[in-house]
């Protein structure tokens, strides 16, 4: 079965009436764990960005805190689970603010992980690549914000 392009759904979802409609989205959130954070994203958080940004900083911390900090090995694992967290809400959000703020977060509690992420080369490339995705991002946004995100980014950049 091949799938249909984005138009062609998009022209048969303008012919369908609302209940149908909203019995597609529901069972879109039925079919996978992320559609329905997707949808959860869409319909509670989108107004409230601040909130989001604020609940997913303290999950992030959260994780960073359940680290078993016992080998690179195991912190390698975990912080790449906790950045795919980040990332796929960063692709919920799709603002390049959101995405600035919660990168430099995580690099945050990496910077705060013992034993330190400089002596494993891995950990440290993470970092130093979140540092370039952040400064790509930074470039993107409005002067003002940009002046706003300096400071934090500085930090960073001379751990």
Do not use: W
Not at 17 to 29: A, D, T, V
Not at 44 to 57: A, G, P, T
Not at 91 to 116: A, V
């Amino acid at each position: 079965m091949n799938a249909a392009s984005i138009s062609v759904i998009k022209k048969e979802l303008k012919t369908l009436p609302k209940e149908e409609l909203m019995s597609i989205c529901l069972e879109l959130g039925k079919f996978k764990k992320e559609n329905k954070e997707l949808l959860s994203y869409i319909l509670f958080e989108k107004e409230n960005e601040h909130r989001f940004i604020i609940e997913l900083k303290a999950e992030v911390e959260a994780e960073f805190r359940t680290i078993n900090t016992n080998s690179y090995f195991y912190i390698k694992k975990s912080v790449r689970r906790i950045l795919r967290h980040v990332k796929k809400h960063i692709k919920y959000s799709k603002r390049k603010e959101t995405e600035i703020e919660l990168l430099i977060h995580f690099c945050e509690q990496l910077q705060n992980i013992r034993p330190s992420i400089k002596n494993s080369p891995t950990l440290y490339n993470i970092y130093k690549r979140q540092l370039i995705l952040i400064e790509k991002a930074i470039l993107k946004i409005h002067e003002d914000l940009q002046y706003d995100f300096e400071e934090s980014i500085e930090r960073l950049q001379n751990f």
